[in-house]
T-cell receptor, first 115, second 112 residues
Framework: KAGVTQTPRYLIKTRGQQVTLSCSPI?????VSWYQQTPGQGLQFLFEYFSETQRNKGNFPGRFSGRQFSNSRSEMNVSTLELGDSALYLC??????????????FGQGTRLTVV | AQSVAQPEDQVNVAEGNPLTVKCTYSVSGNPYLFWYVQYPNRGLQFLLK??????LVKGSYGFEAEFNKSQTSFHLKKPSALVSDSALYFC??????????FGSGTKLNVKP
């Protein structure tokens, strides 16, 4: 069974540019969430999508956006990149089962460096 | 509000010795608690979870965790540490809509 796939693994962008990251969840998982990980701030929740709808959003500026497609694949976009956006971006998929607290499965992440 | 805390930024242990990585929690309702491990430049890997039942939960790679309701703790343990256990460990508690609240992480260093 394939795991969570994130592409690309590494990105280098210039300030002011925009970037799109992709996440393919485990087959059958309809919930996809995104996290930003930095040494100083730890793991911070960005947003969560389920059946193409954003259900939850973290405390990030509007430059951070995302979407989910009908096949559950998700993308996140960061516009007008800033140096502080340099981070490891992690995607997690989860099988939502009523009455059961399932674990989330994470991709290997996309390492974004803004120069 | 759901939260977890990891009081130690780093834990050092010699190979072959027992290890403990600490986590305390604050939740409303029944606690559901998770441990994840992260190796350098990798994503998080699920280790184990507590839902209900036995206070001692067994997980992957020989790890186990002890749930203590009176102390609101969920410490991760292993009887005999390996150098390959060196990594970053996170405890977590789920919130609404697939959001997890993670602790700040504890770096485990196992020395030969």
């Amino acid at each position: 069974k394939a795991g969570v796939t994130q592409t690309p693994r590494y990105l280098i962008k210039t300030r002011g540019q925009q970037v799109t990251l992709s996440c393919s969840p485990i087959s059958g998982h309809r919930s996809v969430s995104w996290y930003q990980q930095t040494p100083g701030q730890g793991l911070q929740f960005l947003f969560e999508y389920f059946s193409e709808t954003q259900r939850n959003k973290g405390n990030f500026p509007g430059r951070f956006s995302g979407r989910q497609f009908s096949n559950s694949r998700s993308e996140m976009n960061v516009s007008t990149l800033e140096l502080g956006d340099s981070a490891l971006y992690l995607c997690a998929s989860r099988k939502i089962t009523r009455g059961e607290n399932t674990e989330a499965f994470f991709g290997q992440g996309t390492r974004l460096t803004v120069v | 509000a759901q939260s977890v805390a990891q009081p130690e930024d780093q834990v050092n242990v010699a190979e072959g010795n027992p290890l403990t990585v600490k986590c305390t929690y604050s939740v409303s309702g029944n606690p559901y608690l998770f441990w994840y491990v992260q190796y350098p430049n990798r994503g998080l890997q699920f280790l184990l979870k507590y839902i209900t039942g036995d206070n001692l939960v067994k997980g992957s790679y020989g790890f186990e965790a002890e749930f203590n309701k009176s102390q609101t703790s969920f410490h991760l343990k292993k009887p005999s540490a390996l150098v390959s256990d060196s990594a970053l460990y996170f405890c977590a508690v789920p919130g609404n809509f697939n959001k997890f609240y993670f602790g700040s992480g504890t770096k485990l260093n196992v020395k030969p």
